[in-house]
């Protein structure tokens, strides 16, 4: 009798874990990206609020301190998101360029973040392409 509780206990919590990861493998992608040099490190992921926001924020890592002039954000070419604006950044510092309810679903998709930035040596132009990151326990939010 005791052998069957723990039997049957075990088998509903491995069907509940298979279900949540197959439930958390369908859910949008978190989508990360950096720069060839490590300079950018880029993610648009879920804030994982009620409302279903979704932040795009770019970090720096040089050495010193850059003015991000612009940021844009493309899906399949298609422009998602862009801002002007004179955001200084320090190493190791993140920028929230977007908050949004807009998610982006299919993983097939070509995302890419444009970021136009100044230093001391003038200005420069930054193409990152993001790649979907598979999540496999996302928690539900009702």
């Not at 604006?85 to 973040?113: A, F, R, W």
């Amino acid at each position: 009798m005791v052998n069957k509780k723990i039997i049957y206990s075990i088998a509903v919590l491995l069907l509940c874990l298979v279900s949540w990861i197959i439930y958390s493998l369908n859910q949008p992608p978190e989508w990360e990206g950096s720069s060839q040099n490590k300079d950018w490190k880029t993610t648009f992921k879920d804030e994982l609020s009620p409302k279903g926001f979704w932040n795009g924020s770019l970090m720096w890592n040089g050495k010193e301190t850059v003015t991000v002039s612009s940021v844009l954000l493309t899906k399949n070419r298609s422009e998602v998101h862009s801002v002007d604006s004179k955001v200084v950044l320090e190493k190791g510092q993140t920028y929230n360029y977007l908050t949004t309810t807009e998610m982006i679903e299919n993983k097939k998709d070509e995302v890419l973040l444009t970021i136009i930035w100044n230093d001391k040596n003038g200005s420069h132009e930054e193409v990152i392409r993001l790649e979907p990151k598979v999540r496999y326990f996302v928690i539900p939010v009702f």
